[in-house]
Nanobody
Framework: QVQLVESGGGLVQAGGSLRLSCAAS????????MGWFRQAPGKEREFVAA????????NYKSSVKGRFTISRDNAKGTAYLQMNSLKQEDTAVYYC?????????????????WGQGTQVTVSS
């Protein structure tokens, strides 16, 4: 099995920055692609960003391009989401996800493993 543990969430003012981390353990050979999703109250879970271990291919939700950066440290089995210029609409629970496929896809059902989520709150 695979375990994913997120950290780094918190409360930040609009315009500020946060960095989320997602540490994978267990059968990490199944975490070829790692992604971040988020879910705001009353809304469906949505794709934010993904990165493939193979070639470092990335994919982003259009509204976070230029503000968020996904990266990974293969040696540590950890993915990161650097979030800059945060807006109130970025407030949500952020979930780390992983899949064994190589494509940095955007559909949540394509991901096999999920973390417990970390809250990000952006105040005005």
């Amino acid at each position: 099995q695979v375990q994913l543990v997120e950290s780094g969430g918190g409360l930040v003012q609009a315009g500020g920055s946060l960095r989320l981390s997602c540490a994978a353990s267990g059968r990490t050979s199944r975490t070829v692609t790692m992604g971040w999703f988020r879910q705001a109250p009353g809304k469906e879970r949505e794709f934010v960003a993904a990165i493939s271990w193979i070639g470092g291919t990335t994919n982003y939700k259009s509204s976070v391009k230029g503000r968020f950066t996904i990266s990974r440290d293969n040696a540590k089995g950890t993915a990161y989401l650097q979030m800059n210029s945060l807006k109130q609409e970025d407030t949500a629970v952020y979930y780390c996800a992983a899949r064994s496929g190589t494509a940095a896809v955007t559909t949540s059902t394509d991901y096999n493993y999920w973390g417990q989520g970390t809250q990000v709150t952006v105040s005005s």
